[in-house]
T-cell receptor
Framework: AQTVTQSQPEMSVQEAETVTLSCTYDTSESNYYLFWYKQPPSRQMILVIRQEAYKQQNATENRFSVNFQKAAKSFSLKISDSQLGDTAMYFCAFMKNPGNEKLTFGTGTRLTIIP | KAGVTQTPRYLIKTRGQQVTLSCSPISGHRSVSWYQQTPGQGLQFLFEYFSETQRNKGNFPGRFSGRQFSNSRSEMNVSTLELGDSALYLC???????????FGSGTRLTVV
């Protein structure tokens, strides 16, 4: 079974600064997807970024980027130029590929951007 | 295009009752999954449907069931509600590639 660990329950950072959220996972699979989801107070889980394990290049989406270390089973999220709207719970998630339809989530990191 | 729509947004039920939650996926998405989110257990997978067939099921009692219709809309049902069933129930849909899921805003169920 896969496990996902987020060791930072809460973080806060000043607006416009850079913050990195940590995620480690454990799996015996060689092919899988990793995701970061954001859940603001509106409750909707919003996909922030996705990484395919077979791709060595780290995924980037505007101000969001990941540091994917496959051997270390680490998948951290970096948010640059943080904005007030980035305040939310952030969940790291794992999904086997192919053939498995289940997302395994970490416990989340509550991120607060301070004006 | 429209996102994943879940109804109702909020629901209050009494212990022992049953409840049905609805999820309309993004147009063209044939895979629908359900998750339960609680402060204590976090996000847990309930089940996944694809083309009206349940393809995967999480570790929940038989009181939790679901179905998917030919238009890909899905419902989940919880019978004989218990206080511990109070949670946010999230629905997510995906294309047949199942390479990522789009979530709805959830249904907040409170059992009293």
């Amino acid at each position: 079974a896969q496990t996902v660990t987020q060791s930072q329950p809460e973080m806060s950072v000043q607006e416009a600064e850079t913050v990195t959220l940590s995620c480690t996972y454990d799996t015996s699979e060689s092919n899988y997807y990793l995701f970061w989801y954001k859940q603001p107070p509106s409750r909707q889980m919003i996909l922030v970024i996705r990484q395919e394990a077979y791709k060595q290049q780290n995924a980037t989406e505007n101000r969001f980027s990941v540091n994917f270390q496959k051997a270390a089973k680490s998948f951290s999220l970096k948010i640059s130029d943080s904005q007030l709207g980035d305040t939310a719970m952030y969940f790291c998630a794992f999904m086997k590929n192919p053939g498995n339809e289940k997302l395994t989530f970490g416990t989340g990191t509550r991120l607060t951007i301070i004006p | 295009k429209a996102g994943v729509t879940q109804t109702p947004r909020y629901l209050i039920k009494t212990r022992g009752q049953q409840v049905t939650l609805s999820c309309s996926p993004i147009s063209g998405h044939r895979s629908v999954s359900w998750y339960q989110q609680t402060p204590g257990q976090g996000l847990q997978f309930l089940f996944e449907y694809f083309s009206e067939t349940q393809r995967n099921k999480g570790n929940f009692p038989g009181r939790f069931s679901g179905r998917q219709f030919s238009n890909s809309r899905s419902e989940m049902n919880v019978s004989t509600l218990e206080l511990g069933d109070s949670a946010l129930y999230l629905c997510a849909s995906s294309t047949e590639l199942r390479d990522g899921y789009t979530f709805g805003s959830g249904t907040r169920l409170t059992v009293v």
